[in-house]
Structures are given as structure tokens and as C-alpha cells.
């Protein structure tokens, strides 16, 4: 498997709180994204970069912020977590914009 | 913006029969890939197509996409129950963007 490391691995917090979650990879990619799984939904992306300190929106990127300072971190952040953000949090790393991309274990996130 | 559709959303099979599931862009895409995720894990690449009208084989699986780089789908002759899990396809503009369709999910009876 790629080098990628999503912390943490499962989350439990409460609405209204500020949750981040970090991606950290150890392959050099140029590309990463985040993206959130949810039953009927598929994989929907979130927010991706394309280099350091250069991010764009997804498809769902109401509520999420993210960064990047450096090339193998990119965070996500929930500035209030809400109840709709529940749930199953993906990582990915791509060489380039256009080859295969690699998948982290993924973050469990419960908001209650 | 780029959207990808994927269907059908859920597909049981009979071990032995065969399986296909579909993936339709709103846009031309640069390249389609196609992703497995079984159970309680996390996506897996399988393949890349790229050209118009390409088709491609591993084993049991045949990929194809359509001339138009709008379409594209996978077929699983005879399946196995090793076969079980979500299929992805995703579509990549040249901006990088990667999107995912909804997936279908395979079941296999025995």
C-alpha cells in the first residue's frame, strides 16, 4: 500500500465543536483530496489540493475548510461540527491530476 | 459542474452469472478509472482507460469507454464471490479534479 496515513482513525465529538482531521503522506504525490463516504452517496469529494497551499472546492464543501503547508500533510477541518457531517472520511494521494489515486484506511467521524 | 452517474446502485447475483455496472458524465472526461471497495475497506484502483472507445481486460473483467469520453462501463463475466464489494468509476477533467460516481454494490450468492 501507498504511504498514507489518515489520523484519527475513528472520532467521536460533539456539534458545534472544531474538528481536524490530517492526511499524511509519504510518496511525494502532488494531488491530494479529501472526500466523505455516506450510504447511497458514493464518494463525494470535499476539497482537493494540487500542490502546496494551492486548494480548490469539491462538491461538498460547505462547512469544510482545508490546508496545506506542506506537501505531505493536508488537513481538513470542520469549523462546527454538525450532525450532518457524520460520517466516513477518505483520504487520497495521485501523482499527478490524471493517474491512479491512492486510498487511506479512512476516519470514522460521529458527531452527536 | 462535472457530475458522474453511476448504475445500478445495488446488483445480486447468482455466483456463476454475470455482472455489468454502468458509469455516465455530464462532461467529456480526460480518463475514467474504476476503483474496487470491499466491505469495511477503502477504494482500490483498478484501471485506467484514456483513449476513445478503449477496451481493456484483467481476468474476468472487461472496461470499456465509449467514443464520445462520456461513458464507460464494467463487466464481470462468471462472477465469484470474491468479486463481492463496491465498484467505483471516477472521471478526472484536466484540472485534476477526480470524481466519483455513486457506486454499484455487488452481492454474490453462492
Known amino acids: 500500500d501507498a504511504g498514507i496515513t489518515q489520523s484519527p482513525r475513528h472520532k467521536v465529538t460533539e456539534t458545534g465543536t472544531p474538528v481536524t482531521l490530517r492526511c499524511h503522506q509519504t510518496?511525494?504525490?502532488?494531488?491530494m483530496y479529501w472526500y466523505r463516504q455516506d450510504p447511497g452517496h458514493g464518494l463525494r469529494l470535499i476539497h482537493y489540493?494540487?500542490?502546496?497551499?494551492?486548494?480548490d472546492k469539491g462538491e461538498v464543501s460547505d462547512g469544510y475548510s482545508v490546508s496545506r503547508s506542506k506537501t505531505e500533510d493536508f488537513l481538513l477541518t470542520l469549523e462546527s461540527a454538525t450532525s450532518s457531517q457524520t460520517s466516513v472520511y477518505f483520504c487520497?494521494?495521485?501523482?499527478?491530476?490524471?493517474?491512479?489515486?491512492?486510498f487511506g484506511q479512512g476516519t470514522r467521524l460521529t458527531v452527536v | 459542474g462535472q457530475q458522474v452517474m453511476q448504475i445500478p446502485q445495488y446488483q445480486h447475483v447468482q455466483e456463476g452469472e454475470d455482472f455489468t455496472t454502468y458509469c455516465n458524465s455530464s462532461?467529456?472526461?480526460?480518463?475514467i478509472q474504476w476503483y474496487k471497495q470491499r466491505p469495511g475497506g477503502h477504494p482500490v484502483f483498478l484501471i485506467q482507460?484514456?483513449?476513445?472507445?478503449e477496451v481493456k481486460k484483467q481476468k474476468r473483467l472487461t472496461f470499456q469507454f465509449g467514443e464520445a469520453k462520456k461513458n464507460s462501463s464494467l463487466h464481470i463475466t462468471a462472477t465469484q464471490t470474491t468479486d463481492v464489494g463496491t465498484y467505483f468509476c471516477?472521471?478526472?477533467?484536466?484540472?485534476?479534479?477526480?470524481?466519483f460516481g455513486q457506486g454499484t454494490e455487488l452481492s454474490v450468492k453462492p
Open positions: 487520497a494521494i495521485s501523482e499527478q491530476g490524471n493517474t491512479e489515486a491512492f
Open positions: 510518496e511525494n504525490h502532488r494531488y
Open positions: 489540493s494540487y500542490g502546496v497551499k494551492d486548494t
Open positions: 462532461t467529456t472526461l480526460s480518463n
Open positions: 482507460l484514456v483513449k476513445s472507445g
Open positions: 471516477a472521471g478526472t477533467n484536466q484540472g485534476g479534479k477526480l470524481i
